[in-house]
């Protein structure tokens, strides 16, 4: 079992930046499918970005394709989110994702029932 904690949030202005962390324990990331999701508030939670187990194969929402890149570490045991040009429609929780599937080893998935393992979040708040 893999605990996932999430850190880099925090508030910025509309054009800024900033970089997500996901870093995990108990397990090495490079075993995991790695993704990230967003809730914002009223509404339900959304896909971000994946990593597949393999590292290989990465995804990107239509939303953020450009803007967001996504990252493994695998001798820090993290996963990152790079984030520029952060609109106000960006703000929201983000969470990070996990799933050991085999089917993911070179696949991925956007959706959030095929992930086992989350993350507590951490807010993202953009100023316009």
């Known amino acids: 079992q893999v605990q996932l904690v999430e850190s880099g949030g925090g508030l910025v202005q509309a054009g800024g930046s900033l970089r997500l962390s996901c870093a995990a324990s108990?397990?090495?990331?490079?075993?995991?499918?790695m993704a990230w999701f967003r809730q914002a508030p009223g509404k339900e939670r959304e896909f971000v970005s994946v990593?597949?187990?393999?590292?290989?194969?990465?995804d990107y929402a239509d939303s953020v394709k450009g803007r967001f890149t996504i990252s493994r570490d695998n001798a820090k045991n993290t996963v990152f989110l790079q984030m520029n040009s952060l609109k106000p429609e960006d703000a929201a929780v983000y969470y990070c994702?996990?799933?050991?599937?085999?089917?993911?080893?070179?696949?991925?998935?956007?959706?959030?029932?095929?992930?086992?393992?989350w993350g507590q979040g951490t807010q993202v708040t953009v100023s316009s």
């Open positions: 108990g397990r090495t990331v490079s075993n995991y499918a």
């Open positions: 994702a996990a799933t050991p599937s085999p089917a993911h080893y070179h696949a991925t998935s956007s959706a959030a029932e095929e992930y086992d393992y």
């Open positions: 990593i597949s187990r393999s590292g290989g194969t990465i």
